[in-house]
């Protein structure tokens, strides 16, 4: 059985999950969904997507479209992934779930209640580079002592992955912060303790564009994480896990150790791409009848989590 998708969001990560669903077996994406028509049109055209629209209640609206997929701005996220699992519809929505506690229950709560596959792009879980060292964990042969974090880009205009302009302005606790803090608990176990600063909030954008957090898990590790939206060097996410029997270093979908040794990931799982991955388990599950990694009851401790350092935030 082929199973239907219908993809809001038609921005770049839009097309990063179009790129990996090509590679999926039995899945096809019938509908797309953007802001603006004639984009949307082009990018219909290219993956040869028979319907577009605007409106994703209209795309809700078909009988054939068994799951959704969204990749819209952060603050039409829970709304959105309500909708969806109220038309009886599977939902995957892009991290963060939701930039309030309150709507990242409101939307398990719904999960609950329907019994369908929710899930939240919390790709960090799913790229080659983590999930070595999470089966190293696993098997008991590595244990996290320090994860030291650095989460940089260069965001003083409003403009997205591939540099055009952005609709909506982006968020470092609320986005940045949830991949460090929920991957944190993956691998080092429930989180007991977290603090936060941060720096001179942007006059134009209304968000601080540095920031400070640190984690402590149940287990004793701790955690640091660096963000800013200030970086004018190379960008993206740093990871560097210190444990008992070894040093890693991921960048993305490698991995290397403390000496920059490259390590071998490429059998890790049956491909190299985190977001393909990601979605060959959202398919999976809904095959399998069963929760999938990510999920929406999973992940919600992070927004616990980043609720409560938002809270401090706002105290000082």
Known sequence: MTIK???AGAGAFGIKHLDGIKNIPDVEV???IGRELDKTQEVAQKYGIGHITTDLNEALALPEVDAVILCTPTQMHAAQAQAALKAGKHVQVE???ADSLADAEAVAALQQQTGLVAMV?????FNPSHQYVHKKI?????????MDVQTYFFRRTNTNALGQARSWTDHLLWHHAAHTVDLFAYQ???IVQANAIQGPIHPTLGIAMDMSIQLKAKSGAICTLSLSFNNDGPLGTFFRYIGDTATYIARYDDLVNGKEEAIDVSKVDVSMNGIE???REFFAAIREGREPNSSVTQVLPCYRVLHALEQQLNSH
Not at 121 to 125: A, K, L, M, Y
Not at 138 to 146: D, H, K, L, S, T
């Open 30 to 32: 019938v509908s797309v």
């Open 188 to 190: 080092a176990g429930e």
């Open 138 to 146: 696993a098997a008991g042969e590595f244990n996290v002592q320090q």
């Open 5 to 7: 998708v219908a993809l």
């Open 95 to 97: 991290i963060p779930l």
């Open 277 to 279: 991955l990601q979605d």
């Open 121 to 125: 792009g919390h790709t960090r879980r």
